[in-house]
């Protein structure tokens, strides 16, 4: 990547981030060590180079062998507090991050532990990093809808650190619909609501996060322009769109950054941000993803700052403070 240009330094929200995809290689390997772990890769550089993937599933699959190395809340607050440091390096001010209880409690890692080593390191961060926080648990979708259930049941005693629910992992043949009661139960106990659709899904992923899980916000939805009427619908209820460019690119889901088609979306009305995902797997972090679609996508200035304008209004920040500085 070219150096980060001022654009790249934008102040911005962060709004699309799974806090587990910031591992970079070189943690991974000194918390393997700390743990006692034993890699399948002699060392950063070919780790690096299992960093080639074919679709969504491939990545997946390294993305949770790799949490394989955080087991004690001394990892979490290490991987978070990392995350935030670079985070605020690239402009951002505010993030709202993912994490996927199910991915750490599947392997005996306790929900506690991971709320809590999270918690160490957004407590701090406006203080250390000028970023604030807030935290959004997802449930994998590839997963049943009563585990989902008994994660939101395990979660209760953390909700005050909790802002919201999502879903992710595998989407194409895991519809929205399977977690209509998770997300009904999530919104009686008062938290937001978001989740990933039309990632690879088609347009029919997105209309069920609207309609059956009601989301407020979707992640990705990238293959909306496909369907005119959701188009319509997103735009008429001002949806916003947490798009991850560099993302798409390396999971295969567009060829180029050219291609994005993140000037017709906004031309169309939707209400767009760009975010980045996984930024360890896929090259780059939030500011990194607004300097390369800026490039590769010819966005003048205030394409730009519409982009950071909306990332604080389709923030679930109550106030307005962040918006005026734009
Ligand atoms: N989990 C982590 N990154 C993801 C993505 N891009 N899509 C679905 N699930 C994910
Ligand atoms: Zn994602």
């Not at 180079?49 to 190395?69: I, P, R």
């Not at 306790?110 to 807030?134: D, F, M, N, P, Y």
């Not at 889901?253 to 939707?270: F, W």
Request: glycine share 8%.
């Amino acid at each position: 990547l070219a150096p980060l240009g001022s654009h790249a330094l934008i102040p911005k929200a962060e709004l699309h981030l799974h806090i587990e995809g910031t591992l970079e290689p070189e943690l991974a390997f000194e918390l393997a060590a700390r743990n006692g772990i034993t890699l399948p890769y002699a060392d950063t550089e070919a780790l690096r180079t299992a960093y080639l993937f074919a679709d969504l599933q491939s990545f997946l699959d390294l993305y949770y062998a790799l949490m394989a190395v955080l087991i004690t809340e001394d990892d979490f607050e290490a991987l978070a507090d990392a995350y935030l440091a670079r985070a605020a390096a690239q402009g951002v001010r505010h993030a709202e991050i993912f994490f996927d209880p199910q991915a750490h409690t599947a392997r005996g890692v306790a929900l506690g532990t991971v709320v809590e080593g999270l918690s160490r390191a957004l407590a701090r961060s406006q203080e250390r990093h000028g970023v604030t926080t807030k935290l959004i648990m997802c449930f994998l979708r590839d997963q049943s809808a009563e585990s989902a259930m008994e994660t939101l049941e395990a979660a209760k005693p953390y909700l005050d650190r909790i802002v919201g629910v999502g879903l992710d992992s595998a989407e194409v043949g895991n519809p929205a619909s399977k977690f209509r009661e998770v997300y009904e139960a999530a919104g009686e106990l008062g938290l937001r609501k978001v989740a990933h659709a039309g990632e690879e899904g088609d347009p029919g992923y997105v209309w069920e996060a609207l309609d059956v899980l009601g989301v407020e916000r979707v992640d990705h939805g990238l293959r909306s322009l496909e369907d005119p009427e959701l188009v319509a619908r997103l735009v008429r209820d001002r949806i916003p769109l947490t798009l991850c460019p560099m993302s798409n690119v390396r999971l295969r889901t567009i060829d180029v950054l050219e291609d994005h088609p993140l000037v017709a979306m906004m031309d169309a009305g939707l209400v767009c941000t760009v975010n980045s995902d996984d930024p360890a797997y896929f090259g780059g972090y939030a500011g990194d993803n607004f300097h390369a679609v800026g490039e590769a996508l010819a966005l003048d200035h205030e394409r730009l700052r519409e982009l950071a304008r909306n990332s604080f209004v389709a923030s679930f920040l109550d106030g307005s403070a962040e918006e005026e500085e734009l």
